[in-house]
Each structure stands twice: as structure tokens, then as C-alpha cells.
């Protein structure tokens, strides 16, 4: 019975998709230990270590469809050992002459870790699609909303008048760093190992790197300089670049969150028939693909720290250590899948109230533009005696409830300075919007090739 919300099916949509599930999952996990099996025995036949005869044999049987995984899991109950129950049912399924030469050579680690590579390579293709994806939306909500104003808050209070296309151009230039670090950090990941015992290769003979290179080429994956048993660094680098990415998606999803309050109303994510808010509140139109994605970092996160942890290893092999892998690495894929597939839908459905973005711009009655005004007055008085006189009349205009326009007009410096149409200029919004257009333009520019590749 599964007992993870990885694997409950009233929970496991909101942790993975039915892809993500695949790739990590128990049968594609023993597929690849096979496929490296095969590989090791395809290439040691070329190189006439072992007979051609059972290279095609051991190949032929290496399906996870022949393997019992029942019997498999019972019987490293029993013997202790993750591996060679499977190598077992391999040699079992070849007749007696070619399976002895299972595994010839390789050790369990050469065959685990070359296999997580493997299927890292499996999702390192999928989570690029779905980068991309996102990616996409963001251009076109940058594009589509270059020029309608909103409130830019810092500190979590309005402080100067943005566009919303503005800020999805932040959100996107963000996202095409995390694109260029994983397109760098892949020839460093996905990499595979033909090591032996401690990584000395002895066990392989005296051609063990033509060897070693000629089985990783046929499962598509790079060749080390040396083991990497004890040097986690690789896959670490991934979980922490997945984190990363996630990090960016969450402080995306919290940011919609916090705009489709009813207070500010800015946007609201797609809303499908029978979606419920609440067992009690019938009204409700509860963001909950924004929370999801808000919330799904965290665990993300850890996993990752788990992932660091995983680099103090001992000697030339660490058991301890190198388990911690088996729970961390997977859980940061499938979560960032998640994530990575989740924006992608919350974008996508997106819609944007610029009326309401317009209201809210207007809330503050005009002191959102006290900079506009501070900087248009330094010319004539200087910059330190506008910043003076502005925040006085700002302070008195916000204590009696004035508008910006009115505490002005009642300032004896500042009502000398400016007449009428100064004040409704400089308190216009839509006057102080500055490079936001063109930053957009650039933006949106700068991260096209790798979106529409």
C-alpha cells in the first residue's frame, strides 16, 4: 500500500506526473542497471574479452520483463544485497555457458550509479521540454502586458509605478540563466562509470579505459577521468541547480498568489467546472495551483541539502552516504518536474485584470510618484531640500488624508514652485514608467533563441 505522497493516488499528481513516475520508477530503475549490463558485455565482446556469442545472449535477456521483481526484492532481504539478486535472474535467463560472463569486471556501484545517469538523461530531456514551456508563456505574458501599469511594491508596500510585462521579463531572465547552467552542467551529470572495486579498474584489464569509453558511447553518456564512487559532486550539482530552478517557480507562484488576494485582485488563475474552494465556504475561488507551486520548493530544498550532505564520503566507497542518493535525487526531479509542469498550466491560464492593476496603482493617491517629483525639483533647489520638502508635505498629506496633489498645494515651498499642471504631470503615472517598455523588448529578445529552438 503506498504510504508516500509520491505514490497515493489522491496525492501523487501534485508531487510528479505519470512521466516522472516512469523514469523513476522500480522497473525503468532495473531497466537501466540492464542496459548497462548489456552495453559492458556488447563492448567487451568487440574488444574479444568475452565471446560474441554471449554478449548477443545477455543483451537479448536484458528486459526488465524478465525479471521477477518479487522474488528479486526477497531475495535482497536476504542476502544483503541490492544487486546481485537481479545479476542472478540475468544469468539464470542466458544458458550456463554465456551467463557466466554477467557482469564481468564491473562492480555494483559502476552499475547503480551509471544507471541514475541514465536516468537522469531521461529527465533532463523532459524537464528542457517543460523549461522551455515555461519559458514560452513568460515571453508571451512580457509581450502581451509591456505597457500595462501596475503598482511595483518593495517591502511588501507600493513604492513605484512598473508594467506587469515588466515584471514576467524578470521572471523570464531569471529562467534563462537556470536554462544556460543546466544546458552547462549536463556534460558534468550525465556521465556514467566503469571503475571496478576501488577505482582502480584492475578487475577490467589492461583495456579498461578503451573499454570503460566504448560502453558509455553506446548508452549515450560521458566518459570520467577517473571513478567518481566517493566524488558526488555531479549529482549534487544537479539536485542543487533543480533546486534553484525551483526557487524560481515558487517565488513566482507566491508572487500570484499574493496578487489574486481579494484586496488586490490582479490576476487570477484558470478556473475549471467543479472546481471547489472550500467544504463550508461555497464562494470560494481558492488559488490553489499558485499555493502548490509556492509551497513545493520547500521540500524541494531539503532534499537538495540532503543531496550536499551526500559528499562526505569515506574512503574509496561510502554505503552511508551514497544511500542518502536512493531518496534525495529522485524526490528533487519529480518535485521539479512538478513544479516545472505546474507553471507552465498556472501561466498558461493566466488572466490579468488591468483594471483592477490600474485601481490599485491609484490607491495610494499620487504618493507612489513623490521620487518623480523629488528628482523634477532638484534641478531648481537641490536634491536634499526636495527630498525635505516633499517628505514634509507627504507626512502632513498622509496624516490628514490628502491626496499627493493637495499636500503639495498646501506646502509654501512646493506650492511656489509648481503650478497646477506641474502637479498633474508629475503624479500621472503612466509619465514614470521609465526603460520598463524597453526592457521588455530586450529581454524578451535576448532569451528567443532558446525558446523557439
Same mark, same amino acid.
Given at each position: 500500500m503506498p504510504v508516500s505522497v509520491f505514490d497515493m493516488q489522491s496525492l501523487q499528481h501534485l508531487w510528479g506526473t505519470d512521466e516522472l513516475r516512469t523514469i523513476f520508477g522500480e522497473e525503468n530503475r532495473i531497466q537501466k542497471w540492464l542496459d548497462f549490463e548489456a552495453a559492458l558485455a556488447a563492448a567487451q565482446a568487440e574488444l574479444g574479452i568475452i565471446p560474441a556469442a554471449a554478449a548477443e545472449e545477455i543483451a537479448a535477456q536484458a528486459q526488465v520483463a524478465n525479471i521477477d521483481i518479487a522474488q528479486m526484492s526477497a531475495e535482497i532481504r536476504r542476502i544483503k544485497h541490492s544487486l546481485v539478486p537481479a545479476l542472478k535472474q540475468l544469468q539464470a535467463r542466458c544458458s550456463k555457458e554465456h551467463g557466466e560472463w554477467v557482469h564481468y569486471g564491473a562492480t555494483t556501484q559502476d552499475v547503480v550509479d551509471t544507471g541514475v545517469a541514465l536516468q537522469l538523461k531521461e529527465f533532463h530531456a523532459v524537464a528542457m521540454r517543460d523549461l522551455k514551456a515555461v519559458g514560452q508563456e513568460l515571453s508571451r505574458l512580457a509581450t502581451t502586458h509591456r505597457d500595462v501599469?501596475?503598482?511595483?511594491?518593495?517591502? &511588501?508596500?507600493?513604492?513605484? =509605478?512598473?508594467?506587469?510585462?515588466?515584471?514576467? +521579463?524578470?521572471? %523570464?531572465?531569471? !529562467?534563462? @540563466?537556470?536554462?544556460?547552467?543546466?544546458?552547462?552542467?549536463?556534460?558534468?551529470v550525465l556521465v556514467g562509470m566503469l571503475a571496478g572495486a576501488v577505482g582502480s579498474q584492475a578487475s577490467l584489464g589492461p583495456k579498461a579505459l578503451e573499454l570503460e569509453r566504448l560502453m558509455l558511447d553506446k548508452l549515450g553518456l560521458g566518459t570520467p577521468a577517473i571513478s567518481w564512487a566517493p566524488a558526488r559532486d555531479r549529482f549534487t550539482e544537479y539536485a542543487n541547480l533543480l533546486a534553484m530552478l525551483g526557487a524560481t517557480l515558487s517565488k513566482i507562484g507566491n508572487e500570484l498568489f499574493n496578487m489574486q488576494r481579494n484586496e488586490f485582485s490582479e490576476v487570477e488563475?484558470?478556473?475549471?467546472?467543479?472546481?471547489? &474552494?472550500?467544504?463550508?465556504? =461555497?464562494?470560494?475561488?481558492?488559488?490553489?495551483? +499558485?499555493?502548490? %507551486?509556492?509551497? !513545493?520548493? @520547500?521540500?524541494?530544498?531539503?532534499?537538495?541539502?540532503?543531496?550536499?550532505?551526500?559528499?562526505?564520503?569515506?574512503?574509496?566507497?561510502?554505503?552511508?552516504?551514497?544511500?542518502?542518493?536512493?531518496?534525495?535525487?529522485?524526490?528533487?526531479?519529480?518535485?521539479?518536474?512538478?513544479?516545472?509542469?505546474?507553471?507552465?498550466?498556472?501561466?498558461?491560464?493566466?488572466?490579468?485584470?488591468?483594471?483592477?492593476?490600474?485601481?490599485?496603482?491609484?490607491?495610494?493617491?499620487?504618493?507612489?510618484?513623490?521620487?518623480?517629483?523629488?528628482?523634477?525639483?532638484?534641478?531648481?533647489?537641490?536634491?536634499?531640500?526636495?527630498?525635505?520638502?516633499?517628505?514634509?508635505?507627504?507626512?502632513?498629506?498622509?496624516?490628514?488624508?490628502l491626496s499627493f496633489a493637495d499636500a503639495m498645494r498646501q506646502h509654501e515651498g512646493l506650492s511656489g514652485l509648481l503650478s497646477d499642471a506641474d502637479i498633474r504631470n508629475f503624479t500621472d503615472p503612466l509619465q514614470y514608467l521609465g526603460q520598463c517598455g524597453a526592457t521588455v523588448d530586450r529581454v524578451v529578445a535576448a532569451q528567443a533563441n532558446w525558446l523557439q529552438a
Open positions: 501599469p501596475m503598482a511595483g511594491r518593495t517591502h &511588501g508596500v507600493q513604492a513605484l =509605478p512598473i508594467t506587469f510585462g515588466h515584471k514576467c +521579463a524578470i521572471w %523570464l531572465d531569471e !529562467l534563462g @540563466r537556470h536554462h544556460e547552467r543546466l544546458v552547462q552542467a549536463a556534460p558534468r488563475e484558470g478556473f475549471s467546472d467543479g472546481k471547489l &474552494g472550500s467544504s463550508t465556504m =461555497p464562494h470560494k475561488r481558492n488559488p490553489t495551483s +499558485a499555493e502548490n %507551486l509556492a509551497g !513545493l520548493s @520547500r521540500p524541494l530544498r531539503y532534499n537538495a541539502a540532503m543531496m550536499v550532505e551526500g559528499m562526505v564520503q569515506e574512503s574509496e566507497r561510502d554505503g552511508i552516504a551514497w544511500k542518502m542518493e536512493w531518496k534525495a535525487l529522485p524526490e528533487c526531479c519529480l518535485i521539479a518536474g512538478a513544479m516545472l509542469f505546474q507553471a507552465k498550466n498556472l501561466l498558461a491560464g493566466l488572466k490579468v485584470n488591468a483594471a483592477n492593476m490600474a485601481s490599485n496603482l491609484d490607491m495610494m493617491r499620487g504618493y507612489l510618484l513623490s521620487e518623480r517629483v523629488m528628482l523634477e525639483l532638484s534641478e531648481r533647489v537641490g536634491k536634499q531640500t526636495a527630498h525635505e520638502w516633499i517628505y514634509e508635505a507627504s507626512m502632513h498629506g498622509i496624516t490628514s488624508k
